[in-house]
């Protein structure tokens, strides 16, 4: 775990929770603008905002550094840090010393985040699942749940207290774990505009329009704020960001396949989301002009060859509403067995949806110069049958590839990236910008 | 004209030329980095930097202010916008009057940009043509040439001499008006990286891997330091951000035809390239996977289906090396005139690349979700015939296109809009930072 606080977390869509009422509650406070010389109080508070955040990196940044280390690295006075450590350290955000090994507390130990401090609840809102899960400072997934449900048959309202009542079990079991949860992430099958409405999701038509942070949160019944809301396919790439295993993987595209099909940009280790926060749709982009028609309305769009469904009817499986986590005897074990035992047609299968595949990021690579390509979700799981034949088409499609390969990686994060990353994405917030959440730390001195 | 200095100019790629030696000629510092809080002297040059640049930028917005109005919108008060706007003056940036009407120099008159100031030439090196222009401060075409030549066929050290020549040329022409050119920007027919160099020319394979700007510049005789080595498609997009008549139009595509087709992105006024600066690779994006070969290696691109040569062939019209501009008997003309008669093979020939055209834009709007798309170089002469089905397939096939119609607008700015950009990124340069090119702006006072 390295994720480095200076990068944005998901977009944020206002508090529309109830909050907790509790002191140590998170207050979501918009950043101070300050249009003139600020006064000389504002100047000082707005200095130590400033250092607070940057202390704060440098422990997340990792390598468990002392309070002499962290003035080093920061310039700052070792008294400066002091204060300010203990300001984090009092707000639940650091620790001093090994809790693996008991000792905490004792300055001059190694400054750690603080695993029982303030955690981010994801809920995920997906074609044929809801799921949630609890991540902590430190990234750890505390606790995940995921229920399948054929969300393309179900009542809106249903969905929405299908996905509540995970989400307060996994609220519940983070708190007899001793966490706060500081706030809610949601992650959505769809293109979520900058204000956090679900504006279009071809796999359920009937959410169209629906502003889903309003409606879910009466139903976590006063659990903490909505802190961001966003395309799934987004999440996830800032999960692999924040999570993934090589905080050195700045600049890539993330591809998550499930029965939609999307992609997320990363650039510069932030997400690229595009003109107005809907870019990333590699699920829509064409392949063969003239194929199968596709949930969105448009012919031969890449999922209707490499999304989970077309992939299990390609395969023969029988499309059940199951999925990868989860659900053993759901069709993607199936279509795994089958795959692992040789079954041609599976194989077929396999390949004709990593042509696809292939192709649609290849125009991407070609379009958005990106260096890397990492298959995440379903991909993940099938990427010993996929990767051969997306790389060839890489290796043939991308006009610079002579020159500069595009390397393709596997996920590591297997089928709930999305979740992670929208849980990931309150907990990045306050990493980012502790004294935004808690302004109490401004007044202490 | 309305260009904004805030926006970056293109790829700055350090001085290869000579100079030409004169005082006024700008000298492309480096800006100053300052790690440390800068001494009192150093940070008043740093301010004095800062305003002359707000001060041009407001000249440059257009609306004609007044040194009282311009202090008004900054902030800045009247006798420090005095001493700027003087110093402004000093180096032929800005005049004040009415210069059509032999009114300048008198303080109280409106201010304007000088059109008699410093100007960028601009070289192109494309398949089947080389070119250059000047343009001045204002971001009027003062000089044009373009010569057609089949850049395949001829050695490399042909071409480049060809465009010095034609460059030469220009270059003499605008200074018998009483120009001084400022530096050379060059348009390129392919994949120029953030380091200047054309990693990759699928047309012109002969130059992959050439650092053109070294090349170029001393064939150029001691003109002007090459400032700018872009993508033409690039170049084409700024010309259209800079020069297109919409200032407001922050946030779009403008795909650029010829025998190469190239997209360029602008997202917030300021093209945006990708990771390392090579997106936007349009032409190269499959559209048929199992289509015609492509120059680049692959089967199926856009190129294949929508280039310059791929239509003059389905049309039946000969291919010869002709161009847009300046060659009313070339291959072109007599495309446009078929399809003014209304000749079947013609139609069916443009009805396909627009199809194949607009399937490709709808997979880049799907991912990178810009609102508008131009049509720029060789398709706004044919969009007429190409407008209806490239808009039938963005609202089939752009996912949020019932939510946010794309709109589909023509470029008014002809075929020369990557050498205009490349000529326009020298004087944008300049107007963004004026003591940066100008460093004795800072030791008046």
């Known amino acids: 775990m390295s994720a480095r606080p200076s990068e944005r977390a998901g977009r944020t869509t206002g508090s529309h929770g109830h909050g907790d009422g509790s002191a140590a509650g998170p207050a979501h406070a918009a950043p101070h603008r300050l249009r003139h010389a600020p006064s000389q109080p504002a100047r000082a508070k707005q200095l130590r905002r400033h250092n607070l955040a940057l202390v704060l990196g440098e422990v997340a940044a990792g390598g468990r550094p002392t309070r002499a280390q962290v003035a080093a690295r920061t310039g700052l006075t070792k008294a400066t840090v002091s204060t300010l450590v203990d300001a984090l350290a009092a707000h639940g955000l650091v620790l001093e010393g090994d809790p693996d090994r ?162 997320g940009i990363v650039v510069g280790g932030a997400l690229w989301r595009g003109a107005r926060g809907l870019g990333g749709e590699l699920g829509h982009v064409t392949v063969a002009p003239g194929g199968d028609r596709c949930g969105c309305g448009a012919r031969g769009c890449l999922e209707q060859l490499a999304g989970q469904e077309a992939i299990l009817r390609a395969a023969g499986v029988s499309v059940r509403a199951a999925t990868a986590l989860g659900t053993p005897d759901g069709s993607v074990q199936e279509l795994l067995r089958r795959a692992r035992v040789g079954d041609q047609r599976t194989l077929a299968a396999l390949a004709r949806a990593g042509t696809a595949l292939g192709v649609a990021l290849a125009g991407l690579v070609n379009v958005v110069d990106v260096p890397v390509v990492v298959l995440g979700g379903l991909y993940a799981e099938l990427a010993p049958w996929l990767a051969d034949p997306v790389r060839a088409e890489l290796e043939a499609r991308v006009v610079g590839f002579a020159w500069s390969p595009t390397e393709l990686r596997v996920s590591r994060l297997g089928g709930h990236a999305a979740v992670r990353g929208a849980a990931g994405a309150v907990v990045q917030a306050i990493l980012a910008d502790p004294a935004g959440s808690y302004p109490a730390m401004l007044d202490a001195s």
């Open 102 to 263: 008991g000792l905490v507390g004792r300055p001059g130990l190694p400054l750690v985040l603080d695993p029982g401090g303030p955690a981010g609840l994801g809920v995920e809102v997906n074609v044929d699942y809801v799921s949630a899960c609890v991540v902590d400072l430190t990234g750890t997934v505390r606790t995940a749940r995921l229920v399948p449900c054929d969300n393309r048959h179900l009542e809106r309202l249903a969905v929405l207290d299908a996905a509540a009542r995970v989400a307060r079990r996994c609220a519940a079991e983070a708190r007899r774990a001793g966490l706060t949860v500081a706030g809610v992430g949601i992650a959505l099958p769809g293109l979520v505009g900058l204000d956090g409405i679900l504006h279009r999701a071809p796999n359920l038509p009937g959410w169209d329009g629906l502003d889903v942070a309003p409606a879910l949160a009466p139903l976590l019944e006063a659990l903490s704020p909505v802190v961001a809301s966003d395309n799934e396919a987004n999440l996830a790439a800032l999960a692999e960001r924040w999570y993934g295993g090589d905080p050195s993987n700045r600049d890539f595209v993330h591809v998550s396949g499930e029965i939609g099909v999307g992609a």
